[in-house]
């Protein structure tokens, strides 16, 4: 019965009251004497941004309990986390959120860090900003659907970085010969920079124009500088080579150095998280794409996941295994027969790195006799 009413013909208010008001007035309201109780956040979804990162609590069952933006700093991290133990955090892995992970293990939460691919490839949406992210990795979590990548040791991450900047120096020191190369053949001066007699006339004054001649020697003097950071490098990363018996056992591959068994080391990190050789293959991006459907069935190029240093390296290497060993070899012609040059090359690399994965599963040293043409 609706409270109030009006006439029509002289529009008054008419007050209408059900028969029962005056009863219900008088009757006390039930209190409710039970408190609810405050729902725990166990999940957590972080979208990680340099400056700033977005933070999803939800409960046991995956519910939106809050979101906050906050500043990508060790006080406001240590702030909102400090007393939420035993909290699963999930977020993507992305550069330079080594600190923020630290910060949140050190919190009492348990870390997950998240494939950015295969999250990508799950929760692919039209709609796309932060708060959806965070969101969509604390569901994620909560049905224990997150797509979870390796969290290498700070040792592991550490000796990855020195070998990516040992590359980077080798990069820079081939992009500054290239321009010295250049600017002697503007004036039919070619000659390489490795080689004394070439460095002897880029070297000498007079022979180019005085502008070029002063570029030159700078590029000249950036050289020999990077000559030197490489050597630095180089020994020390001999020196941690001698002393790592993982790296001592793949040295016994043919084709393997210190900086390649390093980096295989370094990349494969806990061993036992392969659960056979062919896993590493993939891993490493050296598996051809396969397309099959009914009765049609494709392989296309690899796939080139995982570290692209690696591969460069493992190829390289695996021009060195076959004149060093027959059995890689024999592998290579047979190869070679049917596919070509580059596939042929590529299956020796990926062969190199099954090899690799046996014997530090096995802790046993490279025997030629044992090598099996899978």
Known sequence: MRPFNYRHETGQRIVERPPNAQFRRNIPMPRNTTKSQPVVPKYAGIDYHKKFFVVTLGDAAGNVLSQEKLTSDQESVL????????????????????????????????VRVANTYAVRLI???????????????????????????YQPTEEERLLRERLRFRTKLMRSRTQYKNIAHALMDKENKGRKIGTKKGRKVASKQGDLHPERQERLQETLEIIDYLDRLVGSQDKDLGAIAAQNEAAQRLKTIPGIGDLSALLLVAEFGDISRFRRAKNVGSYLGLVPRLYASSDVCRMGRITKQGSGLVRRILVQDAWMAIKRSPTFLNRYNNILKRRGKRVAIVAIARMIAEVAYRLLRDKTEFKEELLTLG
Do not use: H, T
């Open 123 to 149: 929760a692919e949406s039209r709609c796309k900003n932060d708060k959806i992210d965070s969101r969509i990795l604390m569901e994620l979590v909560s049905r224990n659907y997150l797509p979870v990548c």
């Open 79 to 110: 702030r909102f986390f400090q007393g939420k133990a035993q909290l699963i955090c999930a977020i993507e892995n992305c550069r330079g959120n080594e600190w923020f992970v630290e910060s949140l293990k050190a919190c009492g939460c348990e």
